[in-house]
Protein backbone atom coordinates (compact mmCIF):
# COMPACT_ATOMS: atom_id res chain seq x y z
CA UNK A 1 0.00 0.00 0.00
CA UNK A 2 1.15 3.25 -0.80
CA UNK A 3 -0.85 6.30 -0.14
CA UNK A 4 -2.36 8.35 -2.94
CA UNK A 5 -0.50 11.56 -0.89
CA UNK A 6 3.00 10.51 -1.00
CA UNK A 7 5.95 10.43 -3.56
CA UNK A 8 7.31 7.43 -4.22
CA UNK A 9 9.98 7.28 -7.25
CA UNK A 10 11.25 3.90 -6.48
CA UNK A 11 10.55 0.63 -8.03
CA UNK A 12 12.10 -1.54 -4.89
CA UNK A 13 9.94 -2.07 -2.64
CA UNK A 14 9.34 -5.13 -1.22
CA UNK A 15 5.75 -6.86 -0.87
CA UNK A 16 3.33 -6.13 2.04
CA UNK A 17 5.13 -2.63 2.93
CA UNK A 18 3.09 0.37 3.53
CA UNK A 19 3.83 3.84 2.64
CA UNK A 20 1.91 6.00 4.61
CA UNK A 21 0.59 9.92 3.73
CA UNK A 22 3.24 12.81 2.87
CA UNK A 23 5.97 10.31 2.10
CA UNK A 24 9.11 11.43 -0.47
CA UNK A 25 11.22 7.70 -1.60
CA UNK A 26 13.67 8.89 -4.05
CA UNK A 27 14.09 6.16 -7.28
CA UNK A 28 17.02 4.49 -5.71
CA UNK A 29 16.18 4.08 -2.64
CA UNK A 30 15.44 0.17 -1.48
CA UNK A 31 13.27 -1.19 0.85
CA UNK A 32 12.16 -4.59 2.06
CA UNK A 33 9.05 -6.28 2.57
CA UNK A 34 6.62 -6.15 5.26
CA UNK A 35 7.70 -2.93 6.44
CA UNK A 36 5.49 -0.23 7.46
CA UNK A 37 6.87 3.57 6.42
CA UNK A 38 4.76 6.15 8.88
CA UNK A 39 3.58 9.80 7.53
CA UNK A 40 6.42 12.37 6.81
CA UNK A 41 9.34 10.01 6.48
CA UNK A 42 11.73 11.32 3.36
CA UNK A 43 13.88 8.07 2.06
CA UNK A 44 17.12 9.59 -0.16
CA UNK A 45 18.46 7.90 -3.59
CA UNK A 46 21.23 5.69 -1.15
CA UNK A 47 19.37 3.89 1.37
CA UNK A 48 18.56 0.35 1.77
CA UNK A 49 15.99 -0.33 4.64
CA UNK A 50 15.88 -3.84 5.44
CA UNK A 51 12.46 -6.20 5.85
CA UNK A 52 10.23 -6.06 8.60
CA UNK A 53 11.44 -2.44 9.75
CA UNK A 54 9.18 -0.19 11.12
CA UNK A 55 10.00 4.05 10.72
CA UNK A 56 7.88 6.16 12.16
CA UNK A 57 6.61 9.75 11.59
CA UNK A 58 9.00 12.51 10.97
CA UNK A 59 12.14 10.28 10.33
CA UNK A 60 14.65 10.93 7.21
CA UNK A 61 16.95 8.79 6.08
CA UNK A 62 19.94 10.34 4.16
CA UNK A 63 22.38 9.10 1.32
CA UNK A 64 24.67 6.28 3.26
CA UNK A 65 22.42 4.99 5.69
CA UNK A 66 21.91 1.37 5.75
CA UNK A 67 18.57 -0.08 7.89
CA UNK A 68 18.79 -4.23 7.91
CA UNK A 69 16.07 -6.06 9.11
CA UNK A 70 13.66 -5.83 12.06
CA UNK A 71 14.74 -2.66 13.18
CA UNK A 72 12.56 -0.07 14.93
CA UNK A 73 12.98 3.84 14.57
CA UNK A 74 11.18 6.37 16.76
CA UNK A 75 9.42 9.48 15.52
CA UNK A 76 11.46 12.10 14.51
CA UNK A 77 14.64 10.00 14.92
CA UNK A 78 17.37 12.11 12.73
CA UNK A 79 20.17 10.33 11.05
CA UNK A 80 23.21 12.31 9.21
CA UNK A 81 25.62 11.90 6.59
CA UNK A 82 28.49 14.55 6.45
CA UNK A 83 30.29 15.38 9.52
CA UNK A 84 30.57 19.19 7.98
CA UNK A 85 28.05 19.63 6.26
CA UNK A 86 28.17 22.68 3.83
CA UNK A 87 25.18 24.53 2.03
CA UNK A 88 25.20 23.82 -2.15
CA UNK A 89 28.38 22.24 -1.55
CA UNK A 90 27.64 18.72 -2.23
CA UNK A 91 30.43 15.82 -2.29
CA UNK A 92 29.74 12.22 -2.38
CA UNK A 93 33.28 11.49 -1.03
CA UNK A 94 32.13 13.43 2.61
CA UNK A 95 29.38 11.15 2.40
CA UNK A 96 29.60 8.89 5.78
CA UNK A 97 28.05 4.87 6.20
CA UNK A 98 25.97 4.45 8.90
CA UNK A 99 24.99 1.13 9.66
CA UNK A 100 21.61 -0.02 12.20
CA UNK A 101 22.16 -3.54 11.94
CA UNK A 102 19.09 -6.62 12.25
CA UNK A 103 17.05 -6.12 15.32
CA UNK A 104 17.99 -2.59 16.84
CA UNK A 105 15.69 -0.04 18.60
CA UNK A 106 16.40 3.72 18.45
CA UNK A 107 13.84 6.28 20.32
CA UNK A 108 12.03 8.77 19.28
CA UNK A 109 14.20 11.97 18.77
CA UNK A 110 17.40 10.42 18.77
CA UNK A 111 19.84 12.13 16.50
CA UNK A 112 22.83 9.40 14.57
CA UNK A 113 25.69 11.26 13.55
CA UNK A 114 27.31 9.92 10.28
CA UNK A 115 29.68 7.08 9.82
CA UNK A 116 28.45 4.81 13.06
CA UNK A 117 26.90 1.51 13.50
CA UNK A 118 24.60 0.86 15.95
CA UNK A 119 25.09 -3.27 16.62
CA UNK A 120 22.39 -5.92 16.57
CA UNK A 121 19.66 -5.93 18.97
CA UNK A 122 21.17 -2.54 20.45
CA UNK A 123 18.58 0.09 22.02
CA UNK A 124 19.46 3.80 22.04
CA UNK A 125 16.72 5.64 24.28
CA UNK A 126 14.97 8.58 22.96
CA UNK A 127 16.86 11.88 23.14
CA UNK A 128 20.15 10.55 22.44
CA UNK A 129 22.72 11.76 20.78
CA UNK A 130 25.12 8.90 19.09
CA UNK A 131 28.46 10.06 18.51
CA UNK A 132 29.88 6.82 17.91
CA UNK A 133 29.32 3.41 17.33
CA UNK A 134 27.16 1.45 19.36
CA UNK A 135 28.06 -2.63 20.20
CA UNK A 136 25.50 -5.04 19.78
CA UNK A 137 22.50 -5.93 23.10
CA UNK A 138 23.61 -2.80 24.82
CA UNK A 139 21.73 -0.18 25.95
CA UNK A 140 22.74 3.59 25.01
CA UNK A 141 21.12 6.53 26.28
CA UNK A 142 22.23 10.85 26.66
CA UNK A 143 23.83 13.22 25.33
CA UNK A 144 26.15 12.24 24.35
CA UNK A 145 24.89 8.72 24.58
CA UNK A 146 26.93 6.51 26.63
CA UNK A 147 26.99 2.76 27.67
CA UNK A 148 24.17 2.19 30.20
CA UNK A 149 23.47 -1.50 30.40
CA UNK A 150 22.50 -4.30 28.39
CA UNK A 151 19.26 -5.69 25.90
CA UNK A 152 18.20 -9.06 25.76
CA UNK A 153 17.27 -10.06 21.99
CA UNK A 154 13.71 -10.42 23.34
CA UNK A 155 13.78 -6.96 24.83
CA UNK A 156 15.06 -7.45 28.67
CA UNK A 157 16.67 -4.16 29.85
CA UNK A 158 19.30 -5.71 32.11
CA UNK A 159 22.18 -3.87 34.33
CA UNK A 160 25.38 -3.35 33.77
CA UNK A 161 26.51 -6.42 35.54
CA UNK A 162 23.56 -8.13 33.11
CA UNK A 163 21.10 -8.73 35.73
CA UNK A 164 17.43 -8.34 35.36
CA UNK A 165 15.45 -5.84 37.70
CA UNK A 166 14.93 -9.07 39.69
CA UNK A 167 18.50 -9.46 40.19
CA UNK A 168 18.80 -12.95 37.92
CA UNK A 169 21.63 -12.70 35.58
CA UNK A 170 20.49 -12.84 31.69
CA UNK A 171 22.05 -14.32 28.69
CA UNK A 172 21.82 -11.59 26.07
CA UNK A 173 21.32 -13.81 22.79
CA UNK A 174 19.18 -16.23 23.83
CA UNK A 175 16.82 -14.74 26.06
Not at 3 to 11: A, F, G, I, W, Y
Not at 30 to 52: L, P
Not at 114 to 124: K, L, Q, S
Not at 136 to 156: C, D, F, V
Request: glycine share 10%; net charge negative; charged share 20%.
Amino acid sequence: MIHEKSDVLSNNIGEDTQIWQYCVVLPDAKIGSNCNICAHVFIENNVTVGDNVTIKNGVQLWDGVTIEDNVFIGPNATFTNELIPKSRVYDAENIKETIVKNGASIGANATILPGVIIGEHAFVGAGSVITSSVPPYTLYYGNPARHKGYITRSGILLSMDKRDKEGIVRDLETE
